[in-house]
Structures are given as structure tokens and as C-alpha cells.
């Protein structure tokens, strides 16, 4: 899933497209969440690709673990992050914002 693909398009007066911000939804615990203890070798897409089969949906477990470094695709080795198992939710809420 392209998390861009919905999100509209908009011109500024120099005639220069970009995309307007993307809003992102509040990810609240499960149950079913899978907690892990990341590596030297985990990334974000790595792990994304692991756990949904989709290296694109990185995003989601990054903004479920707000508490940690946003600016990289690496979470701190040996830190604890939750995986979330409520994907489709997810993203219908993502698409939902982002209208």
C-alpha cells in the first residue's frame, strides 16, 4: 500500500506540486499486540515486511512506538516495540483522515 495514494495534491503559486500533510492515527494497545526486543540488524521496514508482508506499512509500527526516535528507520537496539495486529484498521482509519 502506497500511503500516498489517496492523500491530494496541491499546486502553489510558483506552480510547484507537493502533497498536502499526511495525518496519522492514534494507534491504541491490543491484546494482540507482538512486543519484541529489536536487534542491531532491525529496521523498521524489516520489520513491517516480517510481520504484514508489506515493507511500505514501516510507518505504522513507528508511529505505534511515539515514544521513540521518529527521524530514523532504526529503532534503538535492544529497546522494547510493539507490533501492531490491527493493520486493516488501521489504515481504514489513515484513509479515513486523509480524505
Not at 495486529?85 to 486523509?98: F, G, H, Q, R
Request: overall charge negative; cysteine-free.
Amino acid at each position: 500500500m502506497n500511503r500516498y495514494q489517496d492523500i491530494k495534491q496541491i499546486k502553489n503559486s510558483e506552480g510547484i506540486t507537493y502533497y498536502r500533510d499526511s495525518k496519522y492515527p492514534i494507534i491504541p494497545l491490543s491484546v494482540n499486540d507482538i512486543w519484541v526486543i529489536t536487534t542491531s540488524e532491525d529496521r523498521y521496514d524489516r520489520l513491517a515486511q516480517q510481520y504484514y508482508n508489506d515493507y511500505t506499512l514501516w510507518w505504522v509500527i513507528s508511529i505505534a512506538n511515539d515514544n521513540l526516535p521518529q527521524n530514523s528507520l532504526y529503532p534503538p537496539e535492544g529497546t522494547q516495540i510493539r507490533i501492531p495486529t490491527n493493520v486493516s484498521e488501521i489504515l481504514s482509519n489513515y484513509n479515513k483522515l486523509n480524505l
